[in-house]
């Protein structure tokens, strides 16, 4: 499966350690920026780009990180076609997947060490959708008032 994954500044090192981890998983990382550190970045350009490749590329899953996640969770979700969610926990990580389809996790680099951060991330990637007939329901409102609004 193929996984984009972007950060800001505050996620770069992160993403590097991610993007190897997922390789050693048997998971197709591409890397989409930023690819030098620069801290005066603008996390948006990197946070659009994942969401967009993910919304075109519909068997894939994305990871964006930033300090909080907050900011790539927001820009993420401004993507037609993408499900962004903040993973804090093991369980929020899991149930976004499970219950909310989403296609895309948000993690907060400056909020969990690269072990737990990284341990999110595998549990995002390893659930599936449930198939939930009240699951798929909901998703399918939050599609079809995304479709409405454009």
């Known amino acids: 499966m193929r996984v984009y994954i972007g950060s800001d500044h505050a996620g770069y090192i992160l993403k590097s350690v991610l993007v190897n981890r997922l390789k050693e998983l048997g998971y197709e990382p591409e890397d989409v920026g930023p690819h030098t550190y620069v801290e005066a970045d603008d996390y948006p350009l990197y946070i659009l780009e994942t969401a967009q490749r993910v919304a075109a590329d519909a068997a894939s899953l994305g990871v964006v990180i930033g300090g909080s996640g907050n900011g790539g969770a927001i820009a993420a979700n401004k993507v037609s076609g993408v499900r962004a969610a903040l993973a804090w926990s093991e369980e929020t990580a899991?149930?976004?997947?499970?219950h909310n389809g989403a296609n895309v996790v948000s993690i907060g680099a400056r909020m969990h060490s690269v072990l737990e951060a990284t341990h999110l991330v595998e549990v995002f990637l390893k659930t599936?959708?449930?198939?939930?007939?009240?699951?798929?329901?909901?998703?399918?409102?939050?599609?079809?008032?995304?479709?409405?609004?454009?």
């Open 128 to 150: 599936p959708f449930s198939g939930n007939l009240r699951h798929a329901r909901r998703i399918r409102m939050i599609r079809d008032y995304e479709l409405r609004e454009k």
């Open 94 to 98: 899991r149930l976004c997947r499970e």
